[in-house]
């Protein structure tokens, strides 16, 4: 896919990771960008090819408007997500039910209502910003590394079943980004604009899958190996019992 002339919609635009794909979505020469965010107020491009969209993922409702309203989209970049912090043994049922809401059910409502626009567009791409935790779980992270393995795989699904229409769906994994959301996380973080640079680099080489930095890599190499070994080595690098 080549960047110039397309039009994108970013979710959880106002912030972070999606407000770096934003800026690069712009810089390379985007169309439109559809900049969605639960209080689109608190969107503030300088640039007239920046729409503003309400969007609240866990509201099918208004999931349906944003997709009746950017009908032109071509790439889609589902970004926006929550980390609660919750134990998965001790923690909140409700805030569990909130990560999985989000990054799952919320993501895949996001896929399945732009799934038309994008065919109707010559197919167009999907990026899900994923996790290196999609692979692992660490302490504190129980509810967000479950959630995250369950949108990778769906990630996974969607890509075979939306190839017939021609859509490239791409996941993207990384570390730690030094956004709001890993304020709490003392240990090394990555430029969130490295995260959306790697990720339309990857959608011009038509990859399905990125991997941001070292900390994703290292963990993805692990998987082959026993994991016993990879937790007592977590264990070391976070400093944790």
Excluded: C
Aim: proline share 3%; no cysteine; net charge negative.
């Amino acid at each position: 896919m080549n960047i110039t002339d397309q039009v994108a919609l970013v979710t959880g635009a106002n912030r972070g990771i999606g407000r770096q794909f934003v800026l690069e979505l712009l810089d390379r020469g985007a169309a439109k960008v559809y900049a969605t965010a639960r209080r689109p107020e608190t969107i503030d491009f300088d640039d007239s090819r920046v729409v503003p969209l309400r969007l609240d993922l866990l509201d099918h409702e208004s999931v349906v408007e944003a997709a009746a309203a950017a009908t032109d989209v071509t790439l889609l970049v589902n970004n926006a997500g929550i980390s609660t912090g919750a134990p998965l043994v001790i923690g909140e049922l409700s805030e569990l039910h909130r990560e999985l809401d989000t990054h799952f059910w919320g993501t895949l409502d996001m896929i399945r209502e732009f799934a038309p626009t994008l065919a109707a567009q010559s197919g167009g791409a999907i990026v899900n910003v994923l996790s290196a935790l999609s692979w692992f779980a660490a302490p504190g992270s129980g509810g967000y590394a479950a959630a995250k393995a369950a949108e990778w795989n769906m990630t996974n699904g969607v890509r075979l079943e939306l190839a017939a229409q021609g859509t490239l769906v791409q996941g993207v994994h990384l570390g730690a980004a030094d956004t709001d959301i890993m304020a709490g996380y003392d240990g090394p973080k990555i430029d969130p604009r490295d995260v959306a640079r790697s990720s339309l680099d990857g959608l011009t080489a038509g990859k399905i899958e990125v991997i941001v930095d070292d900390w994703a890599a290292m963990v993805k190499a692990s998987l082959a190996g026993d994991p016993a070994v990879f937790y007592e080595q977590m264990t070391q690098i976070l400093g944790t019992d």
